[in-house]
């Protein structure tokens, strides 16, 4: 079992929907990180959060500490958003544990 | 200037070539970062440098040689490799490995060994 559960691996949405991408982890973490990576390589941290919840234009990511557990949701979806979503902590220091990511189409 | 940066984007090489990937930051940063990562899969950590000095060697092939030959230049030299090699080569950086910090990620170099 990986330590890093990702769900779903796929998601096709809409133009406008809300979106929920969810990650569980089974470590004690100093840090969750959520990363996005379009095609082509390059990758961005959207958040880095040890408690409660961060917001971002469009985007939000939450997390509760005592489940183990964090959702990435993305409001009013857009074509754009379309990217491999990962999930990642830190356990100490700066060094990633990923989960396996999660395939983000959102059609016109 | 919050950007990792990586050259170069595509390299094609033969299993008995000698070739380098560079990556450069100018963040301040002292942890930098190499990771290989395969097609549909996450990331996988190669070499963690820390104020210049290799901190961590995930049991990466001798093919393989990581320098840092400052605080702003990560290179990682190859030699001998092999088609399974191939793959998207992500850099990456933070303020100090042991703190709890996000990491920069460059846009990658994309190896194909032939």
């Known amino acids: 079992k990986n330590e890093v559960e990702q769900s779903p691996q796929n998601l096709t949405a809409q133009e406008g929907e809300f979106i929920t991408i969810n990650c569980s982890y089974s470590v004690g973490i100093s840090a969750l990180h959520w990363l996005q990576q379009h095609p082509g390589g390059g990758i961005v941290s959207l958040f880095m959060l040890s408690s409660g919840k961060k917001k971002h234009g469009r985007l939000i990511a939450t997390i509760n500490i005592q489940e183990k557990h964090s959702s990435l949701h993305i409001t009013a979806s857009h074509p754009r958003d379309s990217a491999v979503y990962i999930c990642?902590?830190?356990?100490?220091?700066?060094?990633?544990?990923f989960g396996e990511g999660t395939q983000l189409t959102v059609n016109p | 200037d919050t950007e990792v940066t990586q050259t170069p984007k595509h390299l094609v090489m033969g299993m008995t070539n000698k070739k380098s990937l560079k990556c450069e930051q100018h963040?301040?940063?002292?942890?930098m970062y190499w990771y290989k990562q395969k097609a549909k899969k996450p990331p996988e950590l190669m070499f963690v440098y820390s104020y210049e000095k290799l901190s961590i060697n995930e049991s990466v092939p001798s093919r393989f040689s990581p320098e840092c030959p400052n605080s702003s230049l990560l290179n990682l030299h190859l030699h001998a490799l092999q088609p399974e090699d191939s793959a998207l080569y992500l850099c990456a950086s933070s303020q100090k490995l042991e703190l709890y910090n996000e990491q920069f990620f460059g846009p990658g170099t994309r190896l194909t060994v032939l």
């Open positions: 990642a902590v830190t356990a100490s220091g700066s060094r990633l544990t």
């Open positions: 963040m301040g940063h002292r942890a």
